[in-house]
């Protein structure tokens, strides 16, 4: 206990010092803030490098300082570490679903009264509202969005006789049988349908929301919930559904899964190993680079009860400073949802924009016409569905993973392993 204490608070000191480094510099007339993310692959952080640098040559008074701080499971503890020791940064590029748990800390500014007189609030999706709002207020803006859908290669949909995607469960579980080949008669199959990820991570959530949702199922009985204690999962009927399509295309060998924790790895779709991948526009950059033109397409996640998808994404959090940073904090953030910005970062990256101007520009337009795929995600997004952001939504996440590893692995039913989980949410916050 003694090495760990000494541990946290060698970490808390040397963020301290990282942040009285910038306050120093108050000398010159300049705010100095500090942004940390967590942008991967390493080109989008080039891409987000050139924007922050954009943006300090035209605001001599503030220079924004990109700090890449590790992927989401390394950043949290960062974070909390900082909150407690008062060296937080300026500004965080992080999921929304960490919202309530720093508003739990007394963290973050509140963006109403920033956000009411800001002129460029009129120009954001409005379906991502949801992810700025916790209890009435707003405590983030939208960095990116992008949601969930299923790539596939043309190519092997020929070559197995698919004329017509697939748009329910069923048809899913059909194509899904169809395109697992055992190509040379050796016994062995050389292509499946489809790839499924493993792991009780959060991409495996994030992977699997769309289909509970689209089978009809909530986090609670109501439908949506605003705390963890209101979560059910026992007899989500939505829930089991979906966990059982996936046990299905498991069991039936048209799937094949991910190592533990990297369902997010394209190699085996790129090598044309399984011929439908689970993933987001995010990916379309390098998938693109290594698969033939017009051998790449994608379709929506199919549905059973109700198309749906989950919208991804990062948010950006000011954290609590003083009021001459925090404006100026806000006014990196007004940069990030303009739409000279969102246009940048979206043809950069493949996420999509999140201003409505940007999407409607003849730049994004042309954009669209040489990645049609892209215009799926966008017609996706009209009925996308936010993650929960009430503080323990990450235990609610980890007891989810748990059991769709469970189910995946044939340790247990979708019934019995959804039990298994409520029971764990049950202990934690009830």
Known sequence: MQFLLII????????????????????????????WQGVNPPANRDVLQKLVDKFNQTHPDIQVESLYVGQPDQQLPKILAAVVGNASPD??????????????LNALVSLDEMW???PVKDEIDPTLLAS????????????????????????????????????????LRRVAAQLTIDKNGDRHIDQYGMVLPLGKGEFTVFSWLPFMWGG????????????????????NQGAIAALQLWQNLV?????????????????NFIAGKVAMQITGPWTLAYLAQDIPDGDLGVFPIPARERSATCIGGENLFLFKTTPERQKAAFKFAEYVLSQEFQT???????????????????????????????KVFLTQAEYGRVRPIFPGYNRVSDSLGRAIEGVLLGKSSPQKALQASQQRLDLIFK
């Open 251 to 267: 069991n039936d060998g048209s799937a094949i899964l991910s190592a533990p924790e990297r369902g997010y790895e394209t190699d």
């Open 8 to 35: 946290f608070m060698a970490l808390v000191l040397s963020l301290t010092g990282c942040q009285s480094l910038g306050e120093k510099n108050y000398q010159d007339n300049v705010i100095h803030l500090s942004l």
């Open 216 to 235: 009809g199922g909530e986090f609670g009985k109501g439908g949506d919930v605003e705390s963890a204690d209101a979560v059910d999962l026992k007899d």
């Open 116 to 118: 009411a007189n800001s």
């Open 344 to 374: 940048a970062w979206a043809l950069g990256t493949g996420y999509l924009p999140v201003n409505l101007k940007s999407r409607q520009s003849q730049d994004y337009q042309e954009f669209l016409q040489q990645q049609p795929t892209v």
């Open 132 to 171: 700025m709002t916790y209890q009435g207020h707003l405590w983030s803006v939208p960095f990116g969005t992008n949601n969930i859908g299923i790539f596939y290669r043309p190519s092997l949909f020929k070559a197995a006789g698919i004329t017509q995607l697939p748009r329910t469960w069923e048809e």
């Open 91 to 104: 500004l965080l590029w992080y999921n929304p679903g960490i919202t309530g748990q720093l508003v739990e």
